[in-house]
């Protein structure tokens, strides 16, 4: 468990935006976006353990970070977890948890009305 807490932190802000999002977006297409970039993040991780393992071709990181700018970090992390699977290559750890940062920057940001965003613009 210790190993997922970061992990469920990080989901609270963006459940809650989500959650919020609900108000002008169907539940319905919510969560099947969010399955769907779930499972893609799950099976490329997958599939690039598993060529890794037999000295194949592997996914690109490059692709492995757009699954998870796409909303699919927090499966990509499980992935992570369970196949043991990028978990100590640093300067992918560092863009994976800039990714989540990100993440948790747009929801506080959804949340708030934009407040952070609008008085950047209003500087300018």
């Known amino acids: 468990?210790?190993?997922y807490l970061p992990i469920l932190v990080a989901l609270i802000l963006?459940?809650?935006a989500l959650y919020e999002l609900t108000n002008t977006v169907?539940?319905?297409l919510i969560l099947s976006y969010s399955i769907v970039v779930s499972a893609v993040s799950i099976g490329l991780n997958w599939l690039d353990?598993?060529?890794a393992q037999n000295a194949a071709w592997r996914i690109s990181e490059k692709g492995l970070h757009t699954c998870e700018l796409l909303g699919g970090w927090p499966a990509s992390y499980?992935?992570?977890q369970l196949l043991r699977h990028k978990t100590s290559k640093n300067s992918y750890r560092i863009i994976f948890w800039c990714i989540v940062g990100l993440h948790q920057f747009?929801?506080?940001e959804w949340i708030t009305g934009w407040?952070?965003?609008r008085?950047?613009?209003s500087l300018f």
């Open 1 to 3: 468990m210790k190993g």
């Open 14 to 16: 963006p459940l809650v």
């Open 26 to 28: 169907d539940w319905q």
């Open 49 to 51: 353990k598993r060529r």
């Open 78 to 80: 499980l992935a992570q």
């Open 106 to 108: 747009l929801a506080f």
């Open 115 to 117: 407040r952070i965003s």
């Open 119 to 121: 008085s950047m613009i």
